[in-house]
């Protein structure tokens, strides 16, 4: 990582934890930006209990992606975007390989 990387990293992830507050040990899934949590539906309801609800201006909602998995976009104040997603699929099913080319 290049330098000060690793101290940008750690304060996305304070700011995380502090409106979250979710475990040290769940926050830890976060630090790629892209986290699994095994109930989308509790963690949201987490965020909204959290006393920095009222000062958050995004729209928390739970959406399915088009893997087929439930997940929850959480925005940093600098806009940096946490996506939050549950590791199996809403029917438990893998979800369908893409049709997309191979890259060249």
Known sequence: MAAGCDEAVDLRKRR???FAEIS???AALLDDGIGAL???VATL???NASSYRKQ???PLEIRIGTNRKRQLNIFDPDGTRTEVMEPVTIDGKPAPSSNAPFPQ
């Open 16 to 18: 995380r934890l502090a």
């Open 24 to 26: 040290p040990e769940d």
């Open 38 to 40: 095994p109930d989308a």
């Open 45 to 47: 309801a987490t965020l």
């Open 56 to 58: 958050y201006e995004h």
